[in-house]
């Protein structure tokens, strides 16, 4: 396997740490939490209390300092070594890594001050919500999706969000909002300069939780429930940055690359029980098996080579090209994760899908988060900035956007 290469060695220390916890802790939940559909508290605790749950608060805010243009790509290796053991719990921590992106990019210093203590001094947990598709599906009832009313102090919001990961355990949501209706930044025909980030506190009683919602396949963990908002104030000092910035710059290509990272961790942690499986079955001098497991470390190092590849580019002011490469990686990370993950199967046989096997809630888990950002899409883009068509690097709605609408 290719190792991690160009970290310094405090950053291959943070590395490792994260890894540790996983390999001693957080594995050995992981089946709890799927079986439960609960969210990984206990791993979080876990978090805050090694000094890891601000990795990307600026470092004169007492965090970690990661996921900047300087160094990003030590925040998506910790993300891989969450994903190696609990896909859910990797995706609770990019929503909450996420957010702090957002935070340290966008809010200004009073923002900074109150909002990263929370996260550093007191462990608050945060979560970004936009889910509010607007298509119906065979048996739904009821729209979804969220109103603004413009006040004088601040912000009303009223109806519901979906896919609110962590919803009843994280303290703030970022809650990205239309003011021309329902759709929040990824359902919506109006302007892109129509989206606002609101911070809302989710201690308020106006918001209530809807868990019957949430009963899928896998990523059972996240607790991405139905999210209601009944007349909830939000006070103008907590918009973040100014209406229109998330889409205009493209803030959706730096998460991207991400989700690749969460999909290598799902790879590797089929991976390395196939090789252990393998070996206590004396099956190496299967020449099938060989095949399988030869693509499947081919994929692995493709990946890690590909996410290097966009982190350098971030890392090194290459901001287009950066974007451009980051879309692609979750396209290809995507493909090579699932066909790693079935090699695996096919490696081991039928009983990798029976439980104890982790491999099985990988597949699950996989399979579902995959879903996240729509492939099909993703690659229509990226052949569309090819050939010179009309694009949307950010999937902000259902029609491309005007390359000049953006700005870098």
Known sequence: MIPIFNLTLNKQTLIERISQLARDKFASRAAGYDHNASFP??????LF???????????????LGLGHDSDIFTLWMMTKELAKVDLSLARC????????????????????KRWFEGIVQLGEKWAAWSGEPQSHIPGQEASLGTSVQVVDEGYIIDGTKVFATSAPEAEWAILLVNTAGPGG???SNGSPTSVLLLACNLSDRSISFDDSWWQPIGMRGTVSYLV????TFIPKENLIGYPGQYIQQEWQTRFTPLYGAAFLGAAEGAYDYTLAYINKQEKGHDPYVQHRIAKAAINID????????VATLWETGQVLGAKQAGNRARYITEQLALETVNDCIHACGARSLIKPSPVERILRDLSFYVLHDNCDRVLSSIGQEILGQSFDRAYFNTHPTRQEDLTE
């Open 302 to 309: 493709t990946m890690h080579l590909w996410l290097r590849q």
């Open 93 to 112: 921590w990019e929503g909450h890594a996420n957010a702090q992106v957002l935070l340290a990019a966008m809010a200004n210093e009073s923002q900074k």
């Open 49 to 63: 209390q090694a000094g890891l749950n601000a990795p990307v608060v600026p470092t004169e805010y007492g965090g």
């Open 185 to 187: 930044a990824r359902h």
């Open 228 to 231: 209601r908002f009944e007349g």
């Open 41 to 46: 508290k206990e791993d979080f605790e876990d």
